[in-house]
Each structure stands twice: as C-alpha cells, then as structure tokens.
C-alpha cells in the first residue's frame, strides 16, 4: 500500500470511530453488518480473484464459523474466545473439506463447492443436540466495555477489521505470495514450468480466504442474535458472490462497495427486503455478462477467470 492508500484507510477508521459516538442504533447495526460482510468479501476474493477459482462454499465457511462461535459462548466461553475459536475451527474445516476442490476447475469446482453449501446446511440443521437445528441458536454479543455498550464494541471491532481486512488484502496482492498466487491464475502452465508449486500456492489461497470468510461469519454471529440454517444457504451463498463481484474481483476495496449494497440498501427499500435474494441473483447476472470482473474493474484491462 501506497502512503495514500494508508491515508483513506486512517481516514476512514476516523469517520468510522466519530460516527460509533454520532449514529443511531439502527446505523450502527447496519454498518456493523456490512463491515463483516466486507471481511467476507475479501476472503471471496482472495479465492476467486486473486486465485481465479469460481467456487461457491462462502456460506458453508460462514455457517460453520458462525455456529462455532455460538456454540464456544452457550458453553460459558467468552465473546472474544468464542470469535477466535470460531474462526479457527471454521478456516481449518472448510479448508481441509476443500482439498479435493482444489483440483477441480471451472463448472466442476463450482458445483462441488455448491454441494458444500448444501450439505452443511443439511448438517446444521439434523444435528440438533449441537446447533438446535431450525430452531435457532442464541449467540451473545459482545460484552460491554469501559463506557461503551455492547453494540458499540461489535460496531468497532467489525469496523476496525473491515478496514485491516482491506488493508491486509492490498499488502497480499503486492506481496511476493499474491503475485505468485495470480501467477498461477493467469497462466498456470507457464507458472509451473518456471518453478512456481502450484498446487501449495492454490492451497495458501483457499486457506487465506477461508480465513478471512470465517472470521466474517463469527462476527456476524452476534450481531444477528439467533442464527439457523436457512441463514447460510443459497441466498448467503448468492450474497457472497455479489459482494465479491459487484465492486470488482481482484480490487481491494471492491468488496466494500458490495457489501454496502447487500447490508444497507435493503433496509432502505424496505419493500424488496422479501426479494433480496432473488434482487441480488439478478444483479449479479447483469454483472457477469455486462462486467465479468466488476464496476471498479470497468476500463481497466484484466485477466481474472480468463
């Protein structure tokens, strides 16, 4: 990162800080969701722009984070114990389950990971004696602090890791790793022939990714209070997606626009909030034929999912 990129990320924690103090309730919520979803959003994109693999288990990593997070506090574990081991256990898991995926390309790994999605929700919601299947299970939020509420402690965190999240993801990219991991996506063959492991630079995107997606979904565990099965399903598996496409794949702050779409424009118009999930399949359609790598992508020349 540049010093003015460092800048707009300084400047933006700032705004985020003043308006913890300034903003209602209902704001607060809303930007603490869309700052998860913007962490879920780079982890996405790690995977599907930085890795140019088109895989589709965004919201399985979401659930089983979010699940395990909720169920380390109903077991007296404390909020910031419960969101670490949350998304420890979710970033190895799904990391572990997506080996075999790892392999695959294009339709396959799509539909393999699609597959996961679905299974973990069938899982989610038969184990009962674990998850209390549809009924839902209760997660606590944050703990109060010093002067500051309960909701305010999830505002800052979720916010102040969006922000690093975003950060972290430009120092990747520029790093040796991400250009040996878009390397391998854009031209594999030739990445291979010079020396590059593939298959180990494919696993450090999947495992990077996984863990950003995860830590998202054991932030959002508390800010949604109860969390069921039905929550991390195609419609979460569709919001993923928008998230990492609309703003731009590959773009670091891509996600933010995403996730500022899918967190607070439903709350404003509250009559598609029944539609979200089909809104949002529509507009991700439009995107993939009109600008396959995203709106902050129009104009520049890209070889993301050649």
Request: glycine content about 12%; proline content about 4%.
């Amino acid at each position: 990162m540049n010093a003015r990129s460092w800048a707009v990320a300084v400047a933006a924690l700032a705004c985020l800080v003043v308006h913890m103090f300034t903003g209602s309730p209902l704001w607060l919520y809303l930007i603490a969701l869309a700052s998860t979803w913007v962490v879920i959003g780079v982890g996405s994109n790690v995977i599907l722009g930085m890795g140019g693999v088109v895989v589709l288990h965004g919201a399985a990593c979401m659930s089983v984070a979010a699940y395990a997070t909720g169920i380390v506090q109903s077991h007296g574990g404390p909020w910031p114990l419960a969101v670490v081991g949350g998304t420890l256990i979710s970033t190895v898991v799904m990391t572990v389950v997506m080996v075999p995926v790892m392999r695959l390309e294009g339709f396959f790994a799509a539909m393999s990971s699609f597959m996961i999605v679905l299974l973990v929700e069938v899982i989610m919601t038969e184990w009962k004696s674990l998850t209390n299947g549809p009924y839902g299970l209760a997660v606590p939020g944050a703990p109060a602090v010093g002067g500051l509420s309960s909701q305010q402690v999830n505002y800052l965190v979720a916010a102040v890791l969006a922000v690093a999240s975003v950060a972290t993801y430009a120092m990747i990219k520029a790093s040796r790793l991400g250009v040996r991991i878009r390397a391998v996506r854009d031209a594999r063959v030739a990445a291979q022939a010079s020396g590059v492991d593939v298959a180990r630079y494919r696993f450090y995107a999947f495992a990077l990714g996984n863990a950003f997606v995860a830590l998202g979904g054991s932030l959002m565990a508390p800010l949604l209070g109860v969390i069921d099965p039905t929550q991390f399903g195609m419609a979460a598996m569709l919001s993923v997606l928008f998230v990492t496409w609309l703003g731009g794949l590959d773009v670091p702050a891509g996600p933010v626009l995403g996730a500022a779409v899918v967190s607070i424009l439903p709350q404003l118009l509250t009559g598609l909030q029944t539609y979200t999930g089909l809104v949002n399949g529509i507009v991700l359609l439009a995107i993939l034929i009109l600008c396959p790598a995203g709106l902050l992508s129009l104009g520049k020349k890209t070889t993301v999912l050649k």
